[in-house]
């Protein structure tokens, strides 16, 4: 005879009001989390639960990222305008040996296309925006583990006119006894999920802690 299946509450769920509630070890129950981490029902601690939901820790220092990974931390700030940009500096690039072998009008046409190009192309990805996704890289391959916690999840009104910024991740952890603050934004919907208080991993340079991001890079 088959036995019913017994079924398991999920470690993490969450309330129509967005409240982050965790399975207690003790008593069964999902219950919120609050500052003190205890069970609200039986009293027991959650600090273990809460520690094994960050899952497992980063490898040790140099990490290998997928192209995928890669891409979520390295992308334009407007995706549409720097395919514009592309579209427009390549169509200048080729018609470059044109006007300057055959039709010498077309070098005037050739330039401003080239020139639009750049524009639209700094315009989408700035270079303050580039060194900010470099340094979060930096961190996602040479920097060291840290427990952390999540602060705020903001997301984001109207997310397409910015790609990769979907929502927007505050979070804290502890170096040397120094609370160092983090944030950076997220292309995945499943980060949409997150909650404060929500334990994480996250990986900092030790040669500068305040260059940090969350591990794992991509869903």
């Given at each position: 005879?088959?036995?019913p299946r017994?079924l398991?509450?999920?470690?993490?769920?969450s309330?129509d009001?967005g409240?982050l509630r965790?399975?207690?070890?003790g008593c069964g129950?999902?219950?919120?989390?609050l500052?003190?981490?205890?069970?609200v029902?039986c009293g027991a601690?959650?600090e273990?639960?809460l520690?094994a939901?960050?899952?497992?820790p980063?490898?040790?220092p140099p990490?290998r990222l997928t192209r995928a990974?890669?891409a979520a931390?390295l992308?334009?700030?407007?995706h549409?305008?720097?395919?514009?940009?592309?579209f427009?500096?390549l169509?200048?690039?080729v018609?470059?040996?044109?006007?300057?072998g055959?039709v010498w009008?077309?070098l005037?046409?050739s330039?401003i296309f080239?020139?639009?190009?750049?524009?639209?192309?700094r315009s989408a990805?700035?270079?303050?925006?580039?060194?900010e996704?470099k340094?979060?890289?930096?961190?996602?391959?040479?920097?060291?583990p840290?427990?952390?916690e999540?602060?705020k999840v903001?997301r984001?009104?109207v997310p397409?006119?910015?790609?990769?910024?979907?929502?927007q991740?505050?979070?804290?952890?502890?170096?040397?006894?120094?609370r160092?603050?983090g944030?950076?934004?997220?292309?995945?919907?499943?980060?949409?999920?997150?909650?404060p208080?929500?334990r994480?991993w996250?990986v900092?340079?030790?040669?500068s802690?305040e260059?940090?991001?969350?591990?794992p890079p991509?869903p």
């Open positions: 005879m088959r036995r017994t398991q509450a999920e470690p993490f769920s309330t009001l409240e965790i399975v207690c070890p129950h999902a219950v919120p989390v500052d003190e981490a205890h069970c029902t601690s959650l273990a639960a520690g939901s960050r899952g497992p980063p490898s040790l990490r990974q890669r931390v992308r334009p700030l407007r549409t305008h720097h395919a514009w940009g592309t427009f500096l169509a200048g690039v018609m470059l040996p044109v006007a300057l055959f009008p077309l005037l046409l330039s080239m020139g639009m190009g750049l524009l639209f192309r990805w700035p270079a303050q925006v580039r060194r996704q340094r979060r890289l930096q961190a996602l391959v040479w920097g060291l840290a427990a952390a999540i602060t903001e984001q009104v397409g006119l910015e790609a990769g910024r979907l929502v991740l505050d979070y804290v952890f502890t170096v040397h006894g120094r160092i603050a944030s950076q934004p997220s292309p995945h919907a499943s980060d949409l999920q997150r909650h208080r929500e994480v996250a900092y340079v030790a040669e802690p260059v940090s991001a969350l591990w991509g």
